[in-house]
């Protein structure tokens, strides 16, 4: 499907998402409680079958935090983004989407890592990188006590 | 001797226990600082956790302290044997934000670096693979042959690995006036060795023995764990990038996406084999018919990108390399994700090598070709 195609069947099947056209991709905004329902359906529906997860990033957008989701379908090799944000940025959570795409259980543990977003029934949500006594290095209210970073 | 089995199994005080080792952070299959935690009975593999962390240097956010072009030089530290083309993913990503349309010559001139660094890998993924098996012959045919093309950088970018060579508009400097020369001598040169890495290593009946039905990774398995280069393309998966989304001047050139169905240890070698004659064929395409022009567009002296976001794909040698920049509009980004091919392929070693003995464990992660930088980032 081509960008207005995949646009206009989003906007149809997804009412409650918020669906616009990127500069490159189509981007869908889901509520933190929809996400995994979202998921699975733009997994399981044959005219969409995103079975490709080829990137997961946890942004911190000031006011709360978000995940985006690259998307890609093998079978149609059309792509998609799709963002999920927090409730808040004090105990940032969202569902884990593991279960859908294997990928995202490593992924996930990056951001639980680096943004200390926390995934609900994620089944291995441990440190990826850093020691338990780091903060959270790519959230935007880090100290970076040892000035290794400089703005 | 089933007698004997049976008096096994069923003496409590014979059964043997579960182990745990700790393969790396410094072992030498590992090829960098990564640590397995395996375990293991008695020989055979039950499953393999990876530890990661050893070299991870924030890269990411460094990336939100310091400009555009400065971002160049640290992306050829993540992978270093695939230099260019993360250089190249980030030229093109800021180029796609400025809407910058960069001169023929430099669409050339990045392909053909891009394959010479996808041969120089290739290259030494094969010697260190044979050595991994207990080949240690290997390592000199590869690196002998591997030489040849980091002088070729070095005269053109003055660096041999972390070339940085790209820039956001161009390249940081034409060519060198011997460059065509000593590629195409090179072609004609590797084209005479090639064959030997098969003579040598391809057709050994140790390797095939060791490699042939080892480490199955299914289809849906590999789009699962998103493993994707040539480690995806032996699984079936068609990820190949400079496909599926063309970039510079791939659209130009004639290549097959090698892909295998046999899914094994051995469908990763043979096409990462593969895959340096379709190098070598795309080069000869370009070389000779580089256009005359600019090697690179002005640009302003502080590049500041649009609001927005902007996701660049590209196929460097381990698999699919994507970097996610988010702008806000000044000249640092907000964020900055780099998809690193090796992160998402080291994961799926549990499910490969689950079964096996811990020799192919080895084998099976050669044949992922993993670069621990990469991973950490």
């Known amino acids: ?151 | 001797m089933s007698e004997i089995r049976e008096v096994i199994i069923n003496n409590d005080r014979l059964a043997t226990d579960e182990y745990l080792v700790n393969m790396g952070p410094q072992h030498p299959s590992t090829h960098g600082v990564l640590r397995l935690l395996v375990r293991l009975e008695g020989e055979k593999v039950l499953n393999v956790q990876p530890h990661t962390g050893y070299i991870h240097s924030g890269i990411e956010k460094m990336c939100e302290a310091i400009t555009y072009p400065q971002i160049i030089h640290l992306t050829d530290r993540m992978d270093y044997l695939s230099a260019h083309m993360n250089n190249e993913a980030v030229a093109l990503c800021v180029e796609k934000a400025l809407q910058v349309e960069v001169p023929d010559r430099v669409k050339y001139i990045r392909t053909i670096m891009d394959e010479l660094s996808r041969l120089a890998s290739h290259q030494l993924w094969w010697c260190v693979f044979g050595m991994d098996m207990g080949a240690l012959t290997t390592f000199f045919y590869g690196l002998r042959d591997r030489e040849k093309i980091l002088d070729i950088f070095e005269e053109t970018c003055g660096a041999r690995m972390t070339v940085s060579y790209n820039t956001p508009g161009g390249l940081m400097f034409d060519i060198h006036p011997n460059f065509q020369k000593r590629v195409k001598e090179f072609i004609t040169y590797f084209r005479t060795k090639l064959p030997e890495y098969d003579k040598l290593l391809s057709g050994n009946v140790i390797l095939r023995e060791r490699a042939e039905g080892i480490g199955h990774l299914s289809l849906k398995d590999a789009i699962d764990f998103g493993v994707t280069g040539p480690s995806g393309r032996a699984s079936g998966f068609s990820c190949d990038m400079r496909k599926h989304q063309p970039y510079s001047a791939y659209p130009l050139v004639k290549f097959k996406e090698i892909l295998d169905d046999r899914c094994d240890t051995l469908a990763r070698y043979e096409v990462r084999i593969l895959e340096m004659y379709e190098s070598l064929s795309i080069i000869e395409q370009l070389i000779d018919n580089i256009p005359e022009g600019d090697y690179a567009v002005k640009m302003k002296g502080v590049l500041k990108l649009p609001e927005g976001e902007f996701y660049q794909r590209v196929e460097s040698a381990r698999g699919e390399f994507g970097v996610y920049i988010v702008s806000d509009g000044k000249k640092n980004p907000y964020r900055v994700k780099f998809r690193s091919p090796g992160f998402s392929n080291m994961f799926a070693l549990n499910k490969m090598a689950k079964g096996h003995k811990i020799a192919d464990l080895v084998a099976i992660m050669s044949t992922l070709d993993l670069i621990i930088p990469d991973i950490d980032r």
């Open chain 1, 1 to 151: 499907m081509t960008n207005e195609e995949l646009q206009s069947y989003l906007t149809e099947r997804f009412t409650e998402a918020e669906i616009k056209l990127g500069t490159q991709y189509v981007e869908m905004t889901v509520t933190a409680a929809a996400l995994h329902e979202t998921a699975l359906q733009l997994k399981k529906l044959d005219k969409l079958s995103f079975d490709y997860l080829f990137c997961l990033t946890g942004v911190d957008y000031a006011e709360n935090m978000g995940i985006v989701y690259h998307l890609e379908s093998v079978e149609h090799r059309h792509v998609m983004v799709l963002k999920a944000k927090t409730a808040d940025r004090v105990s940032p959570a969202l569902d884990t989407v593991s279960d859908v795409w294997i990928t995202a259980k490593y992924h996930e543990r990056e951001a639980y890592d680096l943004l200390g977003i926390h995934f609900n029934n994620h089944t291995d949500l441990r440190r990826m990188f850093l020691d338990d006594s780091w903060g959270h290095p790519l959230r935007k209210d880090y100290v970076d006590e040892v000035r290794i970073v400089e703005r």
